[in-house]
C-alpha cells in the first residue's frame, strides 16, 4: 500500500512517499481503507521533532481520518464491511478520566498515523461517523471536534446566556464557536484577519476582535460583556495569551488551555488570577464516549465542520505546507486515491 513516511530526519522535506506491506488485521482489530484524514498541528509537532527528538523512524504521521471497514478479525463483531468509521486520537481513551498510560496509545505518535491508503485498528478505538457528513468533514472530528467539545460541553458546561471567547479561526477555534452556539451562549472571536472575522460572523459569531489593531483585547471583551468578563475562554493562543484571558475573564470564569501558537511557556499573573478565581483546565482532546456524544449532538442539529481546503493524496507534503502557513480557515484535509 501507499504511505507518507517521516524518514531519516525532521523537517516536511523529510516526508516522503513509501510503500508498505497491506496491514493485517488480529482477532480484535479491523482493516479500513482510508477515504481521508485531516491535519492537526500536533502532526506539525511531530514532523518537527517538537514532541520527541529521538522519534523512531520511519513513521506514518497524521492522527485524524476516516475510512470504510474492509475487514475484520475473527472476534470483531462491532462493525460490519462498508461501515465509515473514524478512529478516535487516544486508542486506548474508552471512558471517564485519562490515565498516565493512556498517552502512549496516540495516533501520529508514538503509534503510527493515518497518512497512508490502509490502516489496522483495534475495533475498540473506532466509531461510526454521521452519514450527512462528506468524507472530508468526517475527518475533522477526531481531535478538533473532540477537544472542543471537551472543553465548551463536557468540562465547561456552556448553557445559555453564556459569553464564551474563541481565540482564532482554525479547527478547534471553529468547532467551539459551532458548539457553543449550539447551546445558546454569545461568542467572542479574535482574528488578525478582518475576512477571516467575517467568515465566523457567518458562521454565528456575535462579534470580532481584530487583535492586531485591538492588542488589550481583554479590555474590548470587558466592555462588549458590561465589565463582568466571559464566562469561558478557549486558550489557544498559548504564552502571549494566557495572562490576557485571565483578565478577561469573569469572576468564577473558566480558561480552556488548548494550544501553544504563541509558546508552551508562560509567566502566570497570580494577583488577576486570584481575584476572579479563574479555573485553568487544560485539554488533551478526549475519550471515545466524548466522540460518541459530540456525534449524537452532529447528527440532531445537522452541524457540519468547516474544511478550507482538500488536498489530493500525492500532494500531502504540500498539504502541510499549506496547514503550517496558517492561512486556513478551519480544516486542511487530505482525499485518499
Known amino acids: 500500500m501507499k504511505a507518507f513516511e517521516i524518514q531519516g530526519g525532521f523537517g516536511l522535506e523529510h516526508v516522503r512517499p513509501a510503500e508498505r506491506e497491506m496491514p ?13 484524514v485531516s491535519l492537526n498541528s500536533r502532526d506539525l509537532g511531530v514532523i518537527s521533532g ?46 471517564g478520566e485519562p490515565t498516565q498510560a493512556n498517552w502512549v496509545s496516540t495516533l501520529g505518535y508514538p503509534l503510527p498515523g493515518l497518512l497512508a491508503e490502509y490502516a489496522v485498528l483495534p475495533e475498540e478505538g473506532l466509531v461510526r461517523v454521521p452519514e450527512h457528513l462528506t468524507d472530508e468533514e468526517a475527518a475533522a472530528l477526531p481531535c478538533a471536534g473532540v477537544t472542543a ?26 468547532f467551539a464557536l459551532q458548539f457553543a452556539k449550539l447551546h445558546g451562549a454569545k461568542v467572542i472571536v479574535t482574528s ?13 459569531a456575535d462579534s470580532g476582535i481584530h487583535y492586531l489593531r485591538t492588542p488589550d483585547w ?24 494566557l495572562n490576557r484571558s485571565v483578565t478577561a475573564l469573569k469572576v468564577g470564569g473558566r480558561i480552556s ?26 485539554i488533551n482532546v478526549g475519550s471515545r464516549s466524548m466522540f460518541e456524544r459530540m456525534i449524537r449532538a452532529i447528527e440532531q442539529s445537522g452541524l457540519r465542520p468547516v474544511v478550507d481546503r482538500v488536498f489530493p493524496f500525492e500532494q500531502s507534503v504540500e498539504a502541510l505546507r499549506y496547514f503550517e502557513q496558517g492561512a486556513h480557515f478551519g480544516k486542511v484535509c487530505i482525499r485518499m486515491p
Open 24 to 36: 493485517v488485521p488480529g482477532p480484535d482489530e479491523v482493516l479500513i481503507r482510508l477515504r481521508a
Open 50 to 95: 517538537f514532541y520527541d527528538p529521538n522519534l523512531k523512524m520511519p513513521l506514518i504521521p497524521v492522527s485524524d481520518g476516516v475510512g470504510e471497514v474492509v475487514g475484520m478479525g475473527e472476534r470483531a463483531g462491532k462493525f460490519k464491511p462498508g461501515d465509515r468509521v473514524s478512529a478516535i486520537f487516544t486508542q486506548s481513551w474508552i471512558t
Open 149 to 174: 467539545w471537551h472543553a465548551v460541553v463536557e468540562e465547561g458546561k456552556v448553557k445559555a446566556g453564556d459569553t464564551v471567547v474563541v481565540q482564532g479561526t482554525g479547527g478547534v477555534a471553529l
Open 192 to 204: 488578525s484577519s478582518d475576512e477571516k472575522l467575517e467568515k465566523a460572523k457567518l458562521l454565528g
Open 218 to 241: 481583554d479590555k474590548a471583551v470587558l466592555e462588549q460583556t458590561n465589565g463582568r468578563g466571559a464566562d469561558h475562554i478557549l486558550e489557544l493562543g498559548g504564552a502571549a495569551t
Open 257 to 282: 488551555i488548548i494550544g501553544l501558537l504563541s509558546g508552551a511557556r508562560a509567566e502566570l499573573d497570580i494577583v488577576p488570577a486570584l481575584i476572579r478565581k479563574a479555573r485553568l483546565q487544560a
